[in-house]
């Protein structure tokens, strides 16, 4: 089945460490997103990624930093420059650049101790 | 700063009520609008896309939007409980191809 695999779904850090979030999909899209989603609020994008070994800063990537070296797999580096880390990461793709319809992986639950 | 308003809610409605979500968006330029279903601990997933001004059916949901009023909603006829979620509105930033600008999200409560 075609789909967006996230790992792991749960993870603590202690703080200082940084931490490797993976996402890889076999859909064929070419766009892949990093959102960032804290309890009561809706999702902040982190990084985008519209072709391979290409991507953009979002409105909140101070402390990430991402990859795009194959088209199935977009990772994403929480640094310990991250103040505030523990949150829920989703990642999505979509089909093509141009369009906001997007697919979720099921998430990553990052908690900093 | 581009925003996408919501009220967070909870909005709770009766099983069979018309449950009216409601979004607005301060970018007049904006082209492309989303609605997202999320359950509670779970990803999101699209449920509707508009892009043009009106009414879009998709079943039990509606769609409805007005650019001149930077309004957009979703109506969910003949609500169940299964439709309790957070309902999260999304706007597509202008020139920057698939980028989203997402509202806080509203919680839907469908009672029995």
């Known amino acids: 089945d075609g789909g967006i695999t996230q790992s792991p779904k749960y993870l603590f850090r202690k703080e200082g460490q940084n931490v490797t979030l993976s996402c890889e999909q076999n859909?064929?899209?070419?766009?892949m997103y990093w959102y960032r989603q804290d309890p009561g609020q809706g999702l902040r994008l982190i990084y985008y990624s519209q072709i391979v070994n290409d991507f953009q800063k979002g409105d909140i990537a101070e402390g990430y930093s991402v990859s795009r070296e194959k088209k199935e797999s977009f990772p994403l580096t929480v640094t310990s420059a991250q103040k505030n880390p523990t949150a829920f990461y989703l990642c999505?793709?979509?089909?093509?650049?141009?369009?906001?319809?997007?697919?979720f992986g099921e998430g990553s639950r990052l908690t900093v101790l | 700063q581009k925003e996408v308003e919501q009220n967070s809610g909870p909005l709770s409605v009766p099983e069979g009520a018309i449950a009216s979500l409601n979004c607005t968006y301060s970018?007049?330029?904006?082209?492309?609008f989303f609605w997202y279903r999320q359950y509670s601990g779970k990803s999101p997933e699209l449920i509707m896309f508009?892009?043009?001004?009106g009414d879009k059916e998709d079943g039990r949901f509606t769609a409805q939007l007005n650019k001149a009023s930077q309004y957009v909603s979703l109506l969910i006829r003949d609500s169940q409980p299964s439709d309790s979620a957070t309902y999260l509105c999304a706007v597509g930033v202008r020139n920057q191809g698939g980028k989203l600008i997402f509202g806080q999200g509203t919680e839907l409560s469908v009672k029995p």
């Open positions: 970018d007049r330029g904006s082209q492309s």
């Open positions: 999505a793709s979509s089909r093509t650049r141009n369009t906001g319809e997007l697919f």
């Open positions: 859909l064929n899209h070419d766009a």
């Open positions: 508009i892009y043009s001004n």
